[in-house]
């Protein structure tokens, strides 16, 4: 079935300041606390790490961060954000993080949650992000 009102327009993010900062990822976070990339990457760290409650909070912080743009930038809930502008990175990675960490600790329906809204909203971010780090994994 076609949807005959089409697809919400993509949203494009304004430019992360944290993107083009230098220092370790909580030096950005403390820099640019509104920056989801910057929560993105302290939620990767975690993750690396294995602090995956510490990287569980980091990610929903990003995630809530990179909610809270998209609704200034004109997103109604649904419709794509593309992988494939560099500032929606940082919202679709700490997504990508939050689905992971929920995992890990052990909230399979948000992680499925978390992987389909990701999907969803740029199936270039879930190939790279969900399916290009399980390739990883092997």
Known sequence: MTNLLGEPPETLLPTDPAAAA?????????AYPASCLAWALCA????????????????????HRGLDALRRSGWKGHG???????????????????????????????AHRCREFLRE????AYDTLVLGARAGDE
Do not use: C, K, M
């Open 44 to 63: 990767d760290e975690a993750l690396a790490a294995g602090d995956d409650v510490t990287a569980y909070a980091f990610a929903r912080t990003g995630y």
């Open 121 to 124: 909203s740029s199936q270039e």
């Open 80 to 110: 794509p954000i593309p992988w494939s502008h560099p500032a929606n990175q940082g919202f679709l990675r700490a997504l990508a993080d939050l689905a992971e960490a929920s995992e890990r600790i052990g909230d399979l329906e948000e």
């Open 22 to 30: 230098e220092g370790t990822p909580q030096d950005l976070a403390r």
